[in-house]
């Protein structure tokens, strides 16, 4: 069991779906924990949730596209619980759109959250992590659309990409900080963003087949390794990208 007291973990997007369930975890291991989201009303919801869980929390809106709003928050972070040691960048939204006519608009609508956004708050936290000396983790949640083929989610899954490759220099780049890069790859998981897919009962069937423990994940599946890639002892992992997908991408 990984014990987490005394440490500060920031999850972008984690007032619900995979970003709240990381943060659940975190809090049972000990960990205080800042959210930061764009919908005040969830923000207040996780926040309570996560305080009876017996530790610190700090609930931000801010939308992390936003340059002005991420140096906000993040500075209001460090003052409100004295440092960050973790930063998850999970905020994240989706979008289907046949290729062919996706506008530029629509492409950039998805980009500027899932890739400009992590990279605003990793360079905040980075930055952070720096100045103290004390080391860190960061993690960028990506997607198996990363890997797989992903029709009329092109945006997307360049997003996600862009995002893993990003990690992997950051990995490198921030070794001689004892700080570690890590991403995430999560599989179809039972989460708001991707609610309209699972009302299609073939499109269900057919990924729960392909997949061998033979259903979509939750939001908790994801926790125990949002604590792992936590953990300050874990000094020699980075640079990996970790897939939390039933098997899915392999199948």
Request: aromatic share 6%; charged share 20%.
């Amino acid at each position: 069991m990984t014990d987490l007291h005394g440490h500060v973990a920031l999850v972008t997007g984690g007032n619900g779906g995979i970003g709240l369930g990381m943060a659940r975890a975190l809090a049972v291991a000990g960990a205080d924990i800042a959210i930061w989201g764009r919908n005040a009303d969830k923000n207040a919801a996780a926040a309570a949730e996560i305080e009876g869980l017996g530790v610190r929390v700090v609930a931000l809106q801010c939308d992390v596209s936003d340059e002005d709003q991420v140096v906000t928050s993040f500075a209001r972070t460090v003052d409100e619980l004295g440092k960050v040691d973790s930063l998850f960048a999970n905020a994240g939204i989706g979008g289907f759109a046949p290729f062919t006519t996706m506008s530029l608009a629509e492409f950039r609508r998805v980009t500027a959250v899932n890739l400009d956004g992590a990279f605003l708050c990793l360079r905040e936290a980075a930055a952070h992590m720096v100045e103290r000396g004390e080391g860190g983790s960061l993690v960028g949640i990506s997607s198996v659309s990363a890997i797989d083929g992903a029709p009329g989610m092109e945006h997307y899954a360049a997003s996600k990409a862009g995002l893993s490759a990003m990690i992997r220099g950051l990995a490198v780049e921030l070794a001689r900080y004892r700080i570690r890069a890590n991403s995430i790859l999560p599989g179809w998981t039972e989460t708001d963003m991707i609610a309209p897919a699972a009302t299609n009962e073939r499109f269900v069937a057919n990924t729960v087949h392909r997949t061998p423990v033979r259903r979509w994940g939750t939001p908790t599946d994801l926790g125990p390794v949002a604590v792992y890639l936590a953990d300050p002892s874990a000094v020699f992992h980075t640079g990996d990208s970790l897939v939390v997908d039933g098997g899915y991408s392999i199948y």
